[in-house]
């Protein structure tokens, strides 16, 4: 049952960094994605748990974690955060608004 667990996912960042990659020893182009693992309670609830920026050299396809000062390559992007909304705050937004309505139909009913 799909309860509770982990499920992976990767998410392309769309932006493009040159850095010094190490195999090619020069600066080249690198495509960005993010990877993050969530756990997660019955799909609905979830959250992050991990996260990581791979950096992939066009030249020869390298990967490379984005760690460090290297973080700031990616800080200075526009694009914000990648992971989307769902999966970073799960519905725990929705609950709550659920659980606000339910409330209120109460009180309504109880009056
Ligand atoms: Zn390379």
């Not at 509770?4 to 182009?29: F, L, N």
């Not at 991990?50 to 992939?56: G, L, R």
């Not at 990616?74 to 409330?103: E, K, M, Q, T």
Request: neutral net charge.
């Amino acid at each position: 049952m799909f309860v509770w667990g982990y499920i992976d996912k990767e998410v392309p960042i769309a932006a493009e960094v040159s850095d010094k990659c190490p195999r090619c020893q020069v600066m080249t182009p690198h495509h960005l994605k993010c990877e993050y693992q969530i756990v997660h309670l019955y799909v609905w609830l979830r959250s992050v748990k991990s996260e990581k920026t791979i950096a992939t050299c066009d030249r020869c396809g390298l990967r490379t974690e984005l760690v460090g000062e290297k973080r700031g390559l990616i800080d200075r992007l526009p694009s914000g955060d990648p992971i989307p909304i769902f999966d970073r705050y799960g519905s725990n937004l929705l609950v709550l608004l659920v659980l606000a309505l339910f409330i209120w139909f109460m009180v309504t009913i109880g009056a």
